[in-house]
């Protein structure tokens, strides 16, 4: 089971990009969902999470720029960013709760991360 993350790249202020996130292997279900980021030399932060019946929560600092979704029939996790700033500069990680082995708990998985620059 693999969490395979891209979208990223470099964009000028004001800009847009969408993250997206795939789980890859044989799976039972897929709980919650998430997006955090690490900036360099500061500690990996929660941006955005979605639950298995779609509600979502988000870091103060990017709320109504950012929207994360899910589409569970692709088993894939979006991350729609919008107007973004120089200060969302970042590699960003999605992680998944998945339930991969019948009779045991389910399991925090993550992505290998993908680098989001906002130039200004």
């Known amino acids: 089971v693999q969490l395979q993350a891209s979208g990223g790249g470099l964009v000028q202020a004001g800009g847009s990009l969408r993250l997206s996130c795939v789980v890859s292997?044989?799976?039972?279900?897929?709980?919650?969902m998430g997006w955090y980021r690490q900036a360099p030399g500061k500690q990996r932060e929660l941006v955005a999470a979605?639950?298995?019946?779609?509600?979502?929560s988000y870091a103060e600092f990017v709320k109504g720029r950012l929207t994360i979704s899910r589409d569970d029939t692709k088993k894939t996790v979006y991350l729609q960013m919008n107007s973004l700033k120089p200060e969302d500069t970042a590699v960003y990680y999605c992680?998944?709760?998945?339930?991969?082995?019948?009779?045991?708990?389910?399991?925090?998985?993550w992505g290998q991360g993908t680098q989001v620059t906002v130039s200004s």
């Open positions: 992680n998944a709760d998945l339930w991969v082995v019948r009779w045991t708990p389910s399991e925090i998985y």
């Open positions: 292997g044989s799976i039972l279900s897929i709980n919650g």
């Open positions: 979605i639950n298995r019946s779609g509600s979502t």
